[in-house]
């Protein structure tokens, strides 16, 4: 079965440095998403993105984040100066088309010290 | 803006019990509604996607119901297995033209006693 897979599975970098998150959704979908999770809080929304373009932000995806499709598979989520606060889970989604299920990745942990 | 809670936060039950699941969310209107579970320390895998015109899915021993009007959802999980211990979360997708993303309960975190 098609799967959304991402890497690395755990990043630990320094406060300040740029860190890139990869993930590679499932081929024939449309709609990309990124979305993290604080440990023992809520998962949450950061950016949709739809026809090579950002469709969607949330309030945390601020200037220090950006998103990209470089080619035809890789969806990437960069952080330019990583924060202590930016630690967390950040999943990668991915959907076909409007009415069915989001298909999550199993996540990259990243560890800003 | 669309608040989803999740009661409870914690269950614990022994193996073969049937259970239920609750969801609350306060803006009804909704495109959609997903039920997840979330193994420790990995992703969402999905169960069960409800549209804003049904009423309920069914996928094996899982069965989740929809009431728009009263902003809740169930999901009910039959002769439950010690492999059914995971976090269950919903999501709630509202129906705009412009809001593609999901809204997150916290969860409820599920132990099956064998």
């Known amino acids: 079965e098609p799967e959304v897979t991402q890497t690395p599975s755990h990043q630990v970098t320094q406060m300040g440095q740029e860190v890139i998150l990869r993930c590679v959704p499932i081929?024939?979908?449309?709609?990309f998403y990124w979305y993290r999770q604080i440990l023992g809080q809520k998962v949450e929304f950061l950016v949709s993105?739809?026809?090579?373009?950002?469709?969607?932000k949330s309030e945390i995806f601020d200037d220090q984040f950006s998103v990209e499709r470089p080619d035809g598979s890789n969806f990437t989520l960069k952080i330019r100066s990583t924060k202590l606060e930016d630690s967390a889970m950040y999943f990668c989604?991915?959907?076909?088309?409007?009415?069915?299920?989001?298909?999550f990745g199993p996540g990259t942990r990243l560890t800003v010290t | 803006k669309q608040e989803v809670t999740q009661i409870p936060a914690a269950l614990s039950v022994p193996e073969g019990e049937n259970l239920v699941l609750n969801c609350s969310f306060t803006?009804?209107?909704?495109?959609?509604l997903q039920w997840f579970r979330q193994d420790p320390g990995k992703g969402l895998t999905s169960l069960l996607l409800?549209?804003?015109?049904?009423r309920e899915q069914t996928s094996g021993r899982l069965n989740a119901s929809l009431d728009k009007s009263s902003g809740r959802s169930t999901l009910y999980i039959a002769a439950s297995q010690p492999g059914d211990s995971a976090t269950y979360l919903c999501?709630?997708?509202?129906?705009?033209?412009?809001?593609?993303?999901?809204?997150f309960g916290s969860g409820t975190q599920l132990t099956v006693l064998p």
């Open positions: 989604a991915s959907r076909q088309g409007a009415e069915v299920p989001l298909f």
């Open positions: 081929s024939n979908h449309l709609y």
């Open positions: 993105f739809y026809n090579n373009e950002i469709s969607e």
């Open positions: 803006d009804s209107a909704i495109y959609n």
């Open positions: 409800i549209q804003s015109s049904q």
């Open positions: 999501a709630v997708r509202l129906f705009s033209g412009s809001a593609r993303q999901l809204t």
